[in-house]
């Protein structure tokens, strides 16, 4: 069962879309004093080594943040419609939409001496974004991810701000709902590695919503050959009707998913082609924000002519 290790993955192309949406979802939800809970109910080890033996041996960080870091000629990015009529920096940063901005902001501040060393998963960005009266809820069920998950949190000293749980999130994350300041944001990030994740994403999200309906729930998901990987978006939209919520769906494609053939005539599935992020009660500015960094994003990362972005609300 637990063969999936998220440090072979960190900073691909999914953690670029899941994170850029986890900033903006987090940034608008602080805008407002009263505390908020963060729920993250897979994960992972907390911090990755983009230059160690498990994203090297992968090398899919090469294919997603570490494209993004690297210098590249400003003609490269369409600029944002704000700043078309300015004058284009030299440095591909200057047209950068707002929200990819900012994500990229986010993991610089992690690799101070330039570069990228040090890649942040979902717990180390959200603590590094939450105020002193926050709180973060952490699980991991794999046993040395969550033993390296509460090794990298205890260095941050956050003493009761983070509790780390090695539980299965779907069975008990919803205990935290609601919280006291009645504010939170649950991030599901499993690894579907068993079939059985999709059902139980499905089944998190309407227990979830019925102990407190004003969350602001964020799932991501593989876009692989697969029904289930298929039909969850579909499911979760016709829940977040049915329940009177809003409701945002995006993705990212950076290649086509056909078959591969190799040199000696074998077959082979492409990795990851393409990921979704699908938000119940989104921050109702978040469209229009993931909009432009989501064009941006799919012409820095694209891997082929098949790299494509949705992005769809409806509720
Ligand atoms: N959210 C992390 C991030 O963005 O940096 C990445 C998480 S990774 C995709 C999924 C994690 O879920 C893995 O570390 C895996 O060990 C863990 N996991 C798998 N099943 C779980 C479960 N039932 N409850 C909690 N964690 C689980």
């Known amino acids: 069962m637990f063969s999936y290790r998220h440090a072979f993955h960190a900073g691909n192309h999914a953690d670029v879309l899941k994170h850029t949406v986890l900033i903006a979802t987090l940034d608008h939800l602080l805008e407002k004093e009263a505390a908020l809970t963060v729920v ?26 570490l494209r993004l870091l690297a210098p590249k000629p400003a003609a490269a990015v369409t600029p944002p419609a704000q700043v078309a009529t300015k004058k284009i920096a030299k440095s591909v940063d200057a047209a950068l939409a707002p929200a990819l901005q900012r994500y990229l902001d986010v993991v610089r501040a992690f690799n101070p001496n ?14 590094h974004l939450l105020r002193e009266h926050d709180k973060l809820k952490l699980f991991e069920l794999h046993p040395t991810d969550s033993r390296t998950l509460s090794a990298n949190i205890a260095q941050l000293e956050a003493g009761r701000q983070i509790a780390v749980l090695h539980e299965d999130g779907f069975g008990s994350a919803t205990k935290f709902l609601p919280p006291p300041s009645r504010r939170a944001l649950v991030l599901m990030d ?10 139980r994403v499905l089944d998190f999200t309407a227990e979830a ?8 729930y964020a799932i991501w998901y593989p876009i692989i050959p697969r029904p289930e990987a298929h039909d969850l978006p579909r499911r979760l939209k016709t829940m977040a009707t049915k329940a009177g919520k ?20 074998e077959t082979k599935r492409p990795g990851l082609p393409a990921s979704g992020m699908f938000l119940i009660n989104p921050p109702y500015t978040l469209k229009a ?6 064009e941006q994003t799919k012409d820095l990362l694209a891997q082929d002519r098949h790299a494509a972005f949705s992005l769809d609300s409806g509720g």
């Open 40 to 65: 993250d109910t897979h994960a992972g080890a907390g911090l990755y080594r983009l230059d160690g033996d498990y994203a090297g041996t992968s090398g899919e960080a090469a294919e997603g943040i």
């Open 114 to 127: 330039g570069g990228a060393r040090v890649y942040p998963g979902s717990p180390f960005i959200t603590q």
């Open 190 to 199: 499993p690894s579907y590695e068993i079939k059985s994740d999709y059902a």
């Open 209 to 216: 919503l019925k102990r407190f309906a004003t969350g602001t």
């Open 246 to 265: 809003s409701w945002l769906h995006a993705t990212l494609t950076v290649k086509s998913s056909k078959l591969l053939t190799t040199d000696s005539g």
């Open 289 to 294: 924000l993931l909009q432009p960094a989501l």
